[in-house]
């Protein structure tokens, strides 16, 4: 497809429930990213894949976070014993390739998730 | 350390005037520099980005951007305003050759009233 799809839109989970997103990248790019929006719009990187190999993961918190990008499936962030800080939109994007970092990424919609 | 910063966190402009949304930046090496707006309830879409050549860039709905080496910015601008340009507006910076995430600033609200 030519856009980056997320689901669900909206996600509502009770502290300490898992938590689990999905993204499919656009057809043909080789890279995804997730990201966290939290309040005050401050963007946080989590990780990044190139196809189904983890690319950096040093902003994910590995307790509780986990993802997988698996080929034929869209890819998915899952959290595990959701927290009430865990609340945020996360943003998905994709890019075709890297060419030394020129590359653009394109985002999806993002899931809103409300941790009670 | 990489980061980058977004002064204002509203810019108001009127309708039909010329608007600047401000970006400095702060990297190790050469950057490659990005500007993104974010519509209520929807995701980040790409507005232009600045890689080498023309420190001038003209990029979608009429936006353009200066990347300024010397005083490291990068700041959005706009001759005439609409107030469909209403909207947040990201910042993003990443290192030549770091093929990876960006660095974002923290947002400006655009509000451009008729």
């Known amino acids: 497809g030519e856009e980056v799809a997320q689901t669900p839109k909206h996600l509502v989970r009770g502290e300490g429930q898992k938590a689990k997103l999905y993204c499919a990248p656009i057809k043909g790019h080789s890279y995804v990213f997730w990201y966290q929006q939290v309040l005050k719009n401050e963007f946080k990187f989590l990780i990044s894949f190139q196809n189904e190999n983890v690319f950096d993961e040093t902003g994910m918190p590995k307790e509780r976070f986990s993802a997988k990008c698996l080929p034929n499936s869209p890819c998915s962030l899952e959290i595990q014993a959701t927290k009430l800080e865990d609340s945020a939109v996360y943003f998905c994007a994709s890019s075709q390739s890297q060419q030394g970092g020129r590359e653009t990424q394109y985002f999806g919609p993002g899931t809103r998730l409300l941790v009670l | 350390a990489q980061s980058v910063a977004q002064p204002e966190d509203q810019v108001n402009v009127a309708e039909g005037n010329p608007l600047t949304v401000k970006c400095t930046y702060s990297v190790s090496g050469n950057p490659y520099l990005f500007w993104y707006v974010q519509y209520p309830n929807r995701g980040l879409q790409f507005l232009l980005k600045y890689i080498t050549g023309d420190n001038l860039v003209k990029g979608s709905y009429g936006f353009e951007a200066e990347f300024n080496k010397s005083q490291t910015s990068f700041h959005l601008k706009k001759p005439s305003a609409l107030v469909s340009d209403s909207a947040l507006y990201f910042c993003?910076?990443?290192?030549?050759?770091?093929?990876?995430?960006?660095?974002f600033g923290s947002g400006t609200k655009l509000n451009v009233k008729p």
């Open positions: 993003a910076v990443r290192r030549i050759y770091n093929f990876n995430k960006f660095y």
